[in-house]
């Protein structure tokens, strides 16, 4: 018999796998792998364990054939511990090729690491974690690229999800000159941190 894989109060990365659609239904904060069912975390945050009447956990839409009658959510403040309130991102969860974003972190050589703020023209109920990977970040020279040449500390950059990427963080991309065509969809950096220079 399936069983979930985390307990409640647990903290979990995007990516963390927390049970099958055999074993639980997936809430707020969640997808689900349709490759292999898995329920996965959506964010950084700890797992709120919901216990479901038979009635609610067949109205859910995300419950698999047979689910038990729980519901996994993955939250961050602590006030949404017994769902005292709704997190209005329910269904704002990243896929591959929407348009984001995101702030800058921190950079390396290989990579920046960013919070994504924003999925389209809607703003996330908590940052998700991603990074934008050197050979990421424009089409043309990837071996000349520098990444502290483009991005900067606090800077905010719209970029499109390339992959889930690995169990921490999503992976991003800046190298499409647009998206359809169209200029609003530019990618790159759109709001140059000020400060930027003094860093």
Not at 18 to 29: H, I, P, R
Not at 46 to 64: A, F, N, P, Q, T
Not at 71 to 79: A, D
Not at 170 to 193: H, I, Q, R, W
Request: charged share 25%; with cysteine.
């Amino acid at each position: 018999m399936a069983t979930v894989a985390v307990n409640g109060g647990q903290w979990v990365f995007p990516g963390d796998i927390l049970a099958n659609v055999s074993a639980a239904t997936g809430g707020v904060g969640v997808y689900v792998d349709e490759s292999s069912g898995d329920i996965r975390s959506a964010l950084h945050g700890r797992v709120l364990i919901e216990e479901l009447s038979s009635s609610s956990s067949s109205s859910s839409g995300k419950r698999g054939a047979g689910a038990a009658a729980v519901r996994l959510n993955v939250v961050v403040r602590p006030e949404d511990f017994g769902l005292k309130k709704k997190i209005v991102a329910r269904d704002l969860v990243p896929r591959v090729g929407d348009i984001v974003l995101a702030r800058i972190l921190r950079t390396n050589y290989n990579q920046a690491y960013v919070d994504v703020l924003c999925l389209g023209d809607e703003s996330l109920a908590a940052p998700v974690k991603a990074v934008i990977r050197r050979e990421d970040i424009r089409e043309t020279e990837v071996d000349k690229v520098v990444v502290q040449d483009f991005f900067k500390p606090f800077d905010v950059v719209r970029a499109v999800v390339i992959s889930l990427g690995d169990n921490k963080h999503y992976f991003l991309s800046t190298a499409n000159k647009s998206v359809d065509g169209g200029e609003s969809s530019l990618l790159g950096v759109v709001l140059p941190n000020p400060r930027s220079a003094d860093i």
